[in-house]
């Protein structure tokens, strides 16, 4: 059973770019390599078709997690969330109180996340920290360190 998880319109499109990429090109490609590793005689030393094989199982993985995804997957409509709190899909602009420095962050699924985009999971320790604070409060987060405070200085979408 797939675990709902929300996505915005641009991170679904991407799931179903990849899956679809790997169910038409690259489990292709993966029969082909079974195949040709096959015809090069004695399977039971075919560290060739081994290898093709591990491949395929793999590639059949990563389609049956992406169609799970997929399944659970829910469109999250913008309108319809509270734009004073931080929620998913909230951009959130924070400082550090001990060093004084900004950050920028959206909060997104799990699948959207990527720090070097600003672009952090709602499942992260600091995505979880900030969930449903509002302007002017402080996010007290425990992070391996200790704990950090952030006060939330702009919410936006």
Request: proline share 2%; no cysteine; net charge neutral.
């Amino acid at each position: 059973m797939s675990k709902v998880s929300y996505y915005t319109p641009e991170g679904l499109k991407k799931l179903r770019e990849e899956l679809k990429q790997l169910k038409d090109v690259e489990r292709v490609k993966a029969s082909r390599a079974i195949a040709e590793a096959r015809d090069k005689g004695d399977l039971s030393e075919n560290a060739e078709y081994d290898a093709a094989k591990e491949a395929q199982g793999m590639l059949e993985m990563r389609i049956a997690k992406l169609e799970d995804a997929l399944a659970g997957a829910r469109l999250i409509d913008e309108s319809q969330l509270d734009s004073t709190k931080i929620l998913v899909l909230s951009k959130v602009k924070i400082k550090n109180q001990t060093t004084g420095m900004e950050m920028n962050y959206m909060l997104v699924a799990d699948g959207e996340a990527n720090l070097a985009t600003g672009k952090i999971s709602v499942n992260s320790p600091i995505g979880k920290g900030l969930l449903g604070k509002s302007v002017g409060d402080v996010a007290e987060i425990q992070v391996p360190n200790g704990v950090i405070k952030f006060d939330i200085i702009e919410i936006s979408r």
